[in-house]
């Protein structure tokens, strides 16, 4: 990559992280400091409630009991992984791949000051059917998924080699 194309990377893997993260953080602090005061189930619609629920564990409350009394264990796992993710990112040549994963390593770093500050991510988002309910989630997971569903999407795309695009540029054909 060139200078110019590193630098529009890296605004590429930055403005998916930082709208990912402050997405996550403003909405958080939102619930925790206006909407949920006092903690109550709020109906928004006949499937989707905004419910205060803070979760101690990994994905759908797994391994809370290891981690309740440890979060800054799976707070230091999750630096690690959120670090591996931007490198990655940063060394993709392909545009979406970089913002997917500045998606979801800003997600990640949402949870992770979540789970430095209280020791639990802050959930709220409620949907379900009946008396069914998907484990509550936040923006952050939103952040997450979106980030993994334009991974899987672009993996169905050709991609064309940092080659064969120089050759293109250079002599004008294919």
């Avoid at 005061?37 to 989707?48: A, D, G, K, L």
């Avoid at 008396?131 to 991609?159: K, Q, R, T, Y």
Wanted: glycine share 10%; charged share 15%; proline share 4%.
């Amino acid at each position: 990559m060139t200078g110019s194309s590193r630098r529009d990377h890296a605004i590429w893997v930055g403005g998916g992280f930082a709208t990912a993260l402050l997405f996550d953080v403003a909405t958080k602090w939102l619930i925790l400091n206006t909407v949920m005061v006092p903690p109550r189930t709020i109906e928004v619609m006949p499937f989707f409630n905004l419910s205060l629920g803070f979760n101690t564990g990994v994905s759908f409350g797994m391994f809370q009991d290891f981690f309740l009394e440890r979060p800054l264990v799976l707070a230091g796992i999750k630096v690690a992984i959120t670090v591996g993710l931007l490198v990655w990112a940063m060394r993709t040549h392909r545009t979406f791949e970089a913002t997917a994963l500045g998606l979801i390593a800003g997600g990640a770093a949402g949870n992770i000051i979540d789970r430095v500050h209280q020791g639990a991510v802050t959930d709220f988002l409620d949907f379900h059917v009946a008396n069914w309910h998907w484990p509550a989630f936040n923006m952050a997971d939103v952040a997450i998924s979106s980030g993994v569903a334009l991974l899987l999407a672009g993996s169905f795309f050709p991609s064309r080699s940092p080659l064969s695009a120089q050759q293109v540029s250079s002599d004008g054909k294919r």
